[in-house]
């Protein structure tokens, strides 16, 4: 099979994300990289790149110059991650997708709302196709989950209970250097959103994700703990679902003994499901008047899509990340991939972040999605 030649923004020494994506990338063969603008310093973008084997000459100091030159090339990347600060997606999105690039970004999808236009105007007439890194959406039960609610196996849905909480930011570890700290809750950097972008638009994707309901309206409470921060670091959303499910989201990064503590539960009139991602490789499942089940990932009556070893083996974040490379590949190969987030995932976690923004503004109102 070909190999899709992938470039990458942003992701040099010392970042996280762009490191789980290049093991994504790598775990099916399905892509080489090839080119970068891998740092904001050029001297750590020029090590980073060679740290990966990435030729001198295709190691760029910034990500315009690399959009212009590898699309002049002929063998030129067809393919760019962009693993950048939220306030650093929509200028090397534009200008890849401008050069007919395929473009896989980070969430959330951008720092604003006239960026987030900006890129589906874009993405609009592009001729390349636009990825957005919702990675949870790759966890074989998850998709299983999503499922069983699509088959109505859990009748119509009425409630819908998710969390994404977390403790690295009880401390304020931004006033100590902390670089993923410093830029997550700076304002100018997040367009005014802590928790809720962060994690938030994880665990409001995943609601959606599942359900296959989208949001219509939300009501939020926003706090900030974290002394001096200007950020949200602890969220309480009520959500109301387009069929007339409520909904909670609960987002925190200040909840002492929480890692990644992302957990969905889904409620309709015939049963419930119960997901969480520190234990993906089981999921419970209750229909009403019969006992609980405990479904596991490549297990008895679920299957074994999306999975890659036998059930018992454990797999997790970074094989979920990498079905959505997988199958980005198979998009970009032309074929029809219905499960992967893209510019309407993006532009609904925009959307929240505002709306939830606008909402704590005029005392906790609810703001509609129009
Ligand atoms: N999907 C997930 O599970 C997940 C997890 C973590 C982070 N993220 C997202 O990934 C993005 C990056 O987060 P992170 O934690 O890796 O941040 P980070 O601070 O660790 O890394 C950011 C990288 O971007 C580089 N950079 C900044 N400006 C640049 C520029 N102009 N050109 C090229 N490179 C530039 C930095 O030098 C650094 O290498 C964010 O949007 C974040 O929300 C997603």
Request: some cysteine; charged content about 20%; aromatic content about 6%.
């Amino acid at each position: 099979m070909r190999k899709i030649r992938l470039g990458m923004v942003g992701g040099g020494r010392g970042a996280f994300i762009g490191g789980v994506h290049r093991i994504a990338a790598r775990l099916d063969g399905r892509y080489d990289l090839v080119a970068g603008a891998l740092s904001s310093d050029p001297v750590r973008a020029r090590e980073s790149a060679a740290d990966l084997g990435i030729a001198a000459d295709r190691s760029y100091a910034d990500f315009a110059e690399m959009a212009r030159a590898e699309a002049a090339r002929g063998d030129g990347i067809e393919a760019v991650a962009i693993v950048t600060p939220n306030h650093l997606h929509a200028g090397p999105a534009i200008a890849f997708l401008d050069a007919g690039i395929h473009v896989i970004c980070d969430k959330p999808l951008c720092a604003t709302r006239a960026e987030a236009d900006a890129i589906a105007a874009v993405a609009a007439r592009s001729t390349a196709r636009f990825f957005l890194t919702h990675n949870y959406t790759g966890y074989p039960l998850v998709r299983h989950a999503r499922q069983l609610v699509a088959d109505g196996a859990l009748g119509a849905i009425r409630v819908v209970q998710v969390e994404y909480a977390q403790d690295w930011l009880s401390r304020s570890v931004e006033a100590e250097g902390q670089k993923q700290a410093g830029w997550r809750t700076d304002p100018a950097k997040t367009g005014g959103a802590g928790a809720i972008g962060d994690i938030g638009t994880h665990a409001l994707n995943l609601a959606t994700f599942v359900t296959g309901l989208g949001v219509e309206a939300l009501a939020a409470d926003l706090q900030s703990f974290g002394p001096g921060r200007r950020v949200d670091d602890n969220a309480n959303i009520l959500l109301r679902f387009e069929n007339g499910a409520r909904g909670m989201l609960w987002a925190s990064q200040v909840a002492a003994g929480n890692e990644n503590g992302l957990r969905l539960r889904v409620y309709g009139e015939k049963g419930g499901l119960e997901w969480a991602q520190e234990d993906p490789n089981r999921m419970a499942l209750t229909l009403l008047g019969a006992p609980k089940q405990i479904l596991t990932r490549g297990g008895a009556g679920v299957g074994d899509a999306w999975t890659r070893i036998p059930p018992g083996h454990p797999e997790g974040y970074l094989e979920a990340f990498a079905t959505l490379y997988d199958e980005i590949a198979d998009a970009i190969m032309g074929k029809d991939c219905p499960l992967l987030p893209g510019i309407e995932a993006g532009l609904e976690g925009i959307w929240f972040i505002e709306a939830a923004m606008a909402s704590v503004r005029d005392g906790s109102i609810w703001i509609p999605r129009k």
